[in-house]
């Protein structure tokens, strides 16, 4: 019998930077290097809020995305492009509440990127306008979708180191300078104010993630409870969080997790990877242990308090394209919406928006208690179609 025809995403890529390479590189992967033969993606258009010729470039050049995709030259014009059926934001978070809304408003499927906006109030508009239109919309956390987080879910979820009592989860890079300051410029999106930077949005976000997939998402729906958010933050001089420390709390469960996340000391000390763990998850009857970098890890270790020296350590390879020598580990994110799509879903259950939430809102809490407050203009609820984070910057 032959087997049917996979189902084919066409992407719209909003924006040609760093991670958009990255992705739109993994689009063009073939399935098959990652034993997937169900889903497949196409990169129909890009667009480049600087100019056309940048998209093209980013197109042609960069990504070596097939003849036909098409170069815009700003974002309004992606979002009208008919062929494009999911636009991926991949904007700095400033821009996602506008540019999500932008594609939402068109009737397109969304994946955002992390953070996901601003402000919880943003997150939730953009909820609702999905609602609204029924389309597909999800928060690009693609390490959820790793197969080592499925597996360490499934191993939380079965026991296997008895009930989860703390999680401790780190992402940090020392990026320290002599001088006092951080190697980054101060108009660098990761320490800079108009573009929503910090060492919370930009690297804590994946600390908790690790705590929502250890304590959160792994609880049964009607058992899940919003933690209680305890937050310090020590502030870089653009205002900027610089390091950040999250201690979460959730009661019922007796639970509590640990996110840190910063620019001046390392999580991966001597850039071997031999500074320890970057998560552990600890259980009363043992740990998980999970290497970092905490986005895109790639070993985790079972310890169990009942068998003493005996570490169980399982590598979990990102598989590559050979022929376009690439294979970043977004693909498996990618799949997620296009099996979402295929199927009618428009909400991804691994990120769903309950998730998005709850965590938006921790992490405008932890804000709050460090004393990070970031411009209006980004953090503005009010859907600006004409606006400057949507017409970009020529
Ligand atoms: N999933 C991940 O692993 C991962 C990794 C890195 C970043 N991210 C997230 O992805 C988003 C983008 O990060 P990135 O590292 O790709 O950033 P980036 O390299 O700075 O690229 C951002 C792009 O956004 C567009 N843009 C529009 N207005 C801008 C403005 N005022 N200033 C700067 N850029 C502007 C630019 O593209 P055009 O000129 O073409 O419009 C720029 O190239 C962030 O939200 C970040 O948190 C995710």
């Given at each position: 019998m032959a087997s049917q025809a996979p189902f084919t995403?066409?992407?719209?890529?909003?924006?040609?930077?760093?991670?958009?390479?990255?992705?739109?590189?993994?689009?063009?992967?073939?399935p098959a290097c990652r034993g997937v033969s169900d889903v497949r993606h196409e990169v129909v258009a890009a667009a480049s809020s600087t100019s056309k010729e940048r998209a093209q470039d980013f197109l042609t050049n960069t990504v070596k995305a097939p003849s036909s995709a098409k170069a815009y030259g700003s974002y309004h014009e992606l979002v009208d492009d008919p062929d494009v059926e999911i636009v991926y934001v991949t904007t700095p978070h400033s821009h996602h509440f506008q540019n999500a809304m932008l594609a939402l408003e068109a009737g397109k499927n969304v994946l955002c990127e992390k953070a996901l906006t601003v402000t919880a109030s943003q997150a939730r508009k953009?909820?609702?306008k999905a609602k609204e239109k029924n389309v597909f919309f999800m928060e690009a956390v693609w390490t959820r979708y790793f197969p080592l987080s499925i597996k360490v879910r499934e191993l939380v979820k079965s026991g296997v180191v008895g009930p989860i009592y703390r999680v401790i989860a780190d992402l940090s890079f020392n990026k320290d300078k002599p001088d006092g300051t951080v190697d980054f410029a101060d108009s660098h999106r990761i320490v800079n104010m108009d573009l929503a930077g910090g060492a919370l949005l930009d690297f804590g976000i994946y600390s908790l993630t690790w705590l929502f997939q250890s304590?959160?998402?792994v609880q049964p729906e009607q058992e899940k409870e919003a933690p209680k958010v305890v937050a310090a933050m020590n502030k870089y001089h653009t205002g900027a969080d610089e390091t950040t420390s999250i201690i979460l709390q959730f009661p019922k469960h007796k639970s509590m997790g640990i996110a840190l996340a910063s620019l001046r000391v390392g999580t991966d000390v001597d850039g071997l990877n031999t500074g320890g763990p970057a998560i552990r998850i600890?259980?009363?009857?043992?740990?998980?242990?999970?290497?970092?970098?905490?986005?895109?890890?790639?070993?985790?270790?079972?310890?169990?308090?009942?068998?003493?020296g005996k570490v169980e350590v399982v590598d979990c390879p990102i598989p590559k394209d050979e022929e376009r020598d690439w294979g970043h580990g977004t693909f498996w994110e990618a799949d997620e919406c296009a099996r979402c799509l295929r199927d009618g879903k428009k909400q991804s259950d691994t990120m769903p928006w309950s998730e998005s939430l709850v965590i938006m809102e921790v992490m405008e809490e932890a804000l709050k208690q460090g004393g990070v407050t970031y411009p209006d203009l980004i953090t503005s609820d009010v859907y600006e179609p004409n606006g400057a984070l949507n017409t970009g910057r020529k």
């Open positions: 995403l066409k992407w719209g890529i909003m924006a040609t930077g760093w991670i958009a390479e990255m992705f739109a590189k993994d689009l063009l992967t073939n953009l909820v609702e304590l959160y998402h600890q259980g009363s009857g043992g740990e998980i242990q999970v290497m970092g970098p905490a986005y895109r890890p790639l070993q985790y270790k079972v310890i169990k308090k009942d068998e003493p």
